[in-house]
Structures are given as structure tokens and as C-alpha cells.
């Protein structure tokens, strides 16, 4: 017999599957396209559903993002697992450039969110820090493991600001050129030789 679900973990379910439902909805149709019907319509719930868990389509947007933004280092300290050798590091970091590159929802919900936040005067140091503790911690990981024992000649918000840009930034997605994995790799392995690695 199945578990009856408490009033709360029925709420944060609701929650879970309208968040998740907002991402695809703006991978799909773009910020301007997500509107608060078709999220409920993507998510299967009505729009009472909607409002008793966010007070408008740009506060699930936030959330959402908000939510993945600390996402990212944690995903590429598993992507990169137990590899030791830069090369195998840098592969790594490279495949999972690529899957990020394949989730369009993240890139474009980031770059319409900070884009309108600027425009309307809502751009706070806190939000700014938020992505800069990112490419930080992004770069201090990439660092710690291409780099071990010694500091490459790049600051690790430099870093981490180019593996994130290129993943999430480009248009490379719709070029069909080189990929944000295959930039990422050639960035990392000419930092490599520069620093005198083979």
C-alpha cells in the first residue's frame, strides 16, 4: 500500500515539478515565452497550484535559478571523479561542458535574468557575488586538479569565468561548429603546455 504523502512533501513535490517545469518551458520557448500557463500546463497543475508556491513567473524563474547556481561545482567535482592526470581532467571537464551545453535552459535563463535585472535596477552585489563565487569556485577546483601542487599563470575567477562562459555563454550549440567542451579543451591544454606540462 502506498504511503500517503504529508501536506508539506505534497507541497515541495508540487514545487519540485513547477521548477523543473519552468526550466524546460524557457529551454524550450525562451524567458518571454514561459508564461505562467504554460508552466502549470507543463507541470500538470492548475494555476492555484502556481501562486500558493510563487507569487509570479519571474520568482519561479529567480528561484530556479537560483537553485542551480550552486549546482555547478559540485556537478564537476563529479564529473571529474577519481582522475588524476590533467589530460584525463581536462577530458573530463571538457564532457561535462558538453552536457551542460546540451541543457540550453540554463544558459539562457541566466543571461535573461541578469539582462532584466540590470535593465530594472535590480541588480544586486548579492546576486553579482553569487556568480562570482561560481567562477571561483570553479576555477579553484579546475586549478586544484589540472594544476596540482603549483598555481597555472590565471586567476582562478578568470578560469572560471572562461570554462563557465563557454559552457553556458556561447552559441556554439546552434553553430554546430566546435563545441564548449572542445573550447574548454583547448583553453585548459594550452594552459597546460604553457605551464609547462606536455
Partial sequence: M??????????????????????????????DGASVDRITEEAGYSKGAFYSNFSSKEDVLNQLLASYVGTAIGDLQTAIGAATAPADVVDAIAQWSDSRDRELKWGLLAIEFLRRARRDGVLTDEIRQSFIDQWRGVGELVIERVFPGSRPPIDPLDLGGTILTLTYGGISGFLEANTPGQMVRLVLSGLLRAHGEP
Fill in 2 to 31: 502506498a504511503q500517503r504523502l504529508t501536506r508539506e512533501q505534497s507541497q515541495a513535490r508540487t514545487r519540485s515539478r513547477i521548477l523543473r517545469a519552468a526550466g524546460d518551458v524557457v529551454a524550450r520557448l525562451g524567458y
